[in-house]
């Protein structure tokens, strides 16, 4: 099941190997990860995807995660009503008479063409990365020339919906 | 004058001076009675004001040396052990002494020296990313960056390594900064929001435990070295005589009970007593004051205490439920759940039956051996050593054989007065560790356990025990082989003795009184009396070269894979 966690951290020097480091050290496997500074000065918010066998390996996770000295807080949001978002920049390959039909998938999915070149066009498409993952199949057999993905960040939404039941940690 | 005033504040709390400078008046500041430190090329700054700063310092004969001697220091004297080691080889030499630490929750402040900030990354002389290395291997490390916060993060460093749970912290100190003059604070304020180690535990967890306490048919303590780290032994006792609890002992929680306690059943684990294994797969509830389930001690999970409610007591959340499904978790400190857990009124288990159960078993299935005159068994030496220290001393030791033997036939009544490698069982731990332990200890009488083999890890530092004359008393459980080793594969791999068997050795007798240091050879029981009723109270250091029967086994043994009941050789 793939679940997703947040962190603030202090941004010194390693932190990011701090982490990633204790993925590898116990054997986690990491989806994707991305990281950025946040509002305050001197901290830092790291969203990592991770795909795990049941809840107590995720728990495993925070807790480990919760121990390293720079980590403020680790917070697992998969339960909660959450806003996801990742970005993904696709380099296709373009020929006059397939221009227009990847212009016309482009636009149901909110996406933008940010470069155009002789036979190729990049294109910017943002969203939740089941919809990313949706748009790359579709315009796959057009030619994909390069992809880069930036991994998901995310939040808890504002107001979370009151009949979910809440998920507590044992301790 | 108001003003006046401010200001000399301000300067009192200040201080001037070179990066070594604040270092020095940082481990003065933190009372660091010994440093276990080998200058360097990247340390030379520092060296220069450590040659006239009043603290003892001692120079191991390699850097592991070091770091295992500050191992035993810290274990033993329940303070943060301080190594120093000079940057690239000097800080890969501490990394398997680092990973010893982090295993076994030992508090170690370790400096390193690093080349100059200016050429780090350049593969420069004696360069070594040592952060990088030791990142999965400390409780924290970081680099100094400048010479204003060097009283911040060395304060920092021994809150982090001493409090919660225990481990290593590693300051990687660059040359440059170390000579560099600046001003910092003296004293200054830690700045650590992501660590604030839960303390006392939740109310509401310690009633629930202390119900099911109270209604439990076959109970059970697992006593782990938390109890020690948290100077709980008292209240252990205490508890476990009000409530009529039997202890059973983890291998480095040995002393956190005195085993010749009418409730302790001894060490459980995989060359545990039946007892001890029969007691935690039998219990209806198993309740883990401070150990981690080590799957030493557990052997196969899926057998692991199968018909009980388990309750865990730890300092460390991450340790709850990481092996074993927990129903009771318990995050706090040891001392303070304990004293919590005294004060709960609520009757007493009925358990009658059980306690009768263990005691049969106590009685049946003791540790066993066949002694012989001849070859000296290493049991029989392990209890002469009990009897001739009378069962006071610290047993410091490697790993393998001896070091189960100790831990079977040395009941330990007092808490700190064993230091063994548990978690990572690194071989030439003991003779440096013994260093360290009786360095904690002045008067104590230190007993260095160890195999042929370890002891040829580590000779070298038999020139440091010369040098500050430690009364230690180095026995070396001679059987001319890797005895665990050649236990295995004499019962798992059919009798192939792969690299096992040493034919070729030295001298051991003439080998420490090269070092100046008086030896014997012991090969009759006769011999190791007198000899040992000759040596034990003097005042100086002593080798003694037990040549033990070279295939006896450690009994008990749970087979990997196998449960804790599934144990061989539990009987004559």
Redesign the interface.
């Known amino acids: 099941m793939k679940r997703i966690i947040t962190l603030t951290?202090?941004n010194?020097?390693?932190v990011l190997?701090?982490i990633t480091?204790?993925f590898s050290?116990r054997n986690y496997n990491i989806e994707s990860i991305s990281v950025g500074h946040t509002e305050q000065e001197g901290v830092s918010r790291i969203t990592c995807v991770v795909n795990v066998e049941n809840g107590?390996v995720c728990?495993?996770i925070t807790?480990?995660l919760?121990?390293?000295?720079?980590?403020?807080?680790v917070t697992d949001i998969s339960d909660q009503a959450v806003v996801a978002r990742e970005l993904a920049l696709i380099k296709v390959q373009s020929l006059p008479h397939t221009r227009n039909e990847i212009y016309s998938l482009i636009e149901p999915f909110r996406a933008s063409v940010i470069d155009v070149g002789k036979d190729s066009l990049i294109i910017q498409i943002t969203g939740e990365s089941d919809k990313v993952e949706a748009f790359i199949e579709l315009i796959k057999p057009y030619g994909i020339k390069e992809l880069a993905r930036t991994g998901t960040t995310a939040f808890p939404r504002s107001s979370q919906r009151t009949n979910q039941a809440k998920n507590y940690s044992?301790? | 004058m108001l003003q006046e005033a401010a200001f000399t504040k301000v300067k009192a709390e200040t201080s001037n001076g070179s990066g070594a400078d604040l270092l020095i008046e940082a481990l003065k500041r933190e009372k660091v009675e010994v440093i276990f430190g080998y200058p360097g090329g990247a340390v030379l700054p520092i060296y220069d004001k450590i040659y006239d700063c009043g603290i003892t310092h001692v120079l191991p004969r390699h850097e592991q040396g070091g770091i295992h001697a500050a191992e035993g220091y810290a274990r033993i004297s329940g303070k943060a052990g301080v190594v120093i080691a000079t940057s690239g080889p000097g800080a890969t030499n501490i990394v398997t002494g680092l990973a010893d630490a982090m295993m076994d929750s030992l508090p170690l402040v370790v400096f390193t020296g690093q080349v100059a900030t200016g050429v780090i990354g350049t593969d420069a002389f004696q360069e070594a990313d040592i952060l990088g290395i030791t990142t999965p291997i400390t409780k924290h490390n970081c680099q100094i960056r400048s010479v204003e916060e060097i009283p911040r993060v060395i304060k920092e460093a021994f809150h982090i390594a001493t409090t919660g749970r225990p481990g290593p912290v590693l300051i990687d100190f660059p040359k440059d900064i170390a000579a560099l003059i600046g001003e910092a604070p003296t004293d200054p304020e830690i700045s650590l929001p992501g660590y604030q180690p839960t303390l006392e535990p939740n109310y509401l967890q310690i009633r629930k435990l202390a119900e099911a306490v109270s209604t439990a048919k076959k109970p059970v303590i697992l006593a782990g070295a938390g109890i020690l780290f948290a100077k709980a032994s008292d209240l252990l006792l205490e508890y476990a005589e009000q409530q009529q609890l039997p202890i059973v002992n983890t291998l480095l929680g040995l002393g956190s009970f005195p085993a010749d306690h009418p409730l302790s059943l001894g060490m459980a684990g995989m060359h545990g007593c039946y007892t001890a294994n029969m007691a935690l797969y039998e219990c209806d509830l198993l309740i883990n004051i401070g150990a981690r389930f080590d799957d030493r001690l557990t052997g196969n999970l899926k057998h692991f205490a199968p018909k009980a409610t388990v309750a865990h007591i730890d300092i460390d959340p991450a340790e709850i439920g990481k092996n074993v499904p927990t129903a009771i978790p318990v995050v706090g400190d040891a001392r303070e759940a304990l004293s919590m857990l005294v004060k709960q009124d609520g009757k007493t288990p009925q358990h009658s039956e059980w306690m009768k159960k263990l005691e049969s078993w106590k009685k049946e299935y003791p540790y066993w051996y066949e002694n012989a005159e001849s070859p000296l068994k290493p049991q029989r030496v392990m209890e002469m050593l009990y009897e001739k220290s009378n069962g006071d001393g610290i047993v410091v030791t490697d790993v393998g054989q001896h070091q189960m033997w100790a831990a079977q036939y040395y009941p330990f009544k007092k808490p700190n007065r064993w230091v063994t490698s548990g978690g990572l069982g690194t071989m030439g731990f003991g003779l440096p560790a013994a260093v360290g332990a009786q360095l904690a200890d002045r008067s104590a009488c230190v007993i260095a356990v160890l195999g042929d083999a370890g002891f040829q890890m580590s000779t070298q530092e038999l020139a440091v025990i010369k040098e500050f004359n430690l009364p230690i008393k180095i026995a070396i459980f001679n059987n001319r082989s890797l005895g665990m080793v050649r236990q295995w594969q004499e019962i798992f791999y059919e009798e192939r003795y792969s690299h096992s068997k040493i034919s070729v050795q030295p001298n051991f007798v003439k080998l420490a009184e090269a070092y100046g240091i008086k030896a014997y050879e012991i090969t009759t029981e006769s011999e190791a009396d007198s000899i040992l009723n000759e040596v034990m109270e003097a005042n100086e250091p002593v080798l003694l070269d037990f040549r033990v029967a070279e295939s006896e086994n450690v009994y008990p043994m749970i087979a990997p894979g196998k449960g804790s009941h599934e144990m061989v050789g539990v009987k004559k």
């Open positions: 951290v202090l010194r020097p390693g190997n701090r480091n204790l050290k107590g728990e495993q807790k480990q919760n121990k390293q000295i720079d980590v403020i807080k044992i301790v």
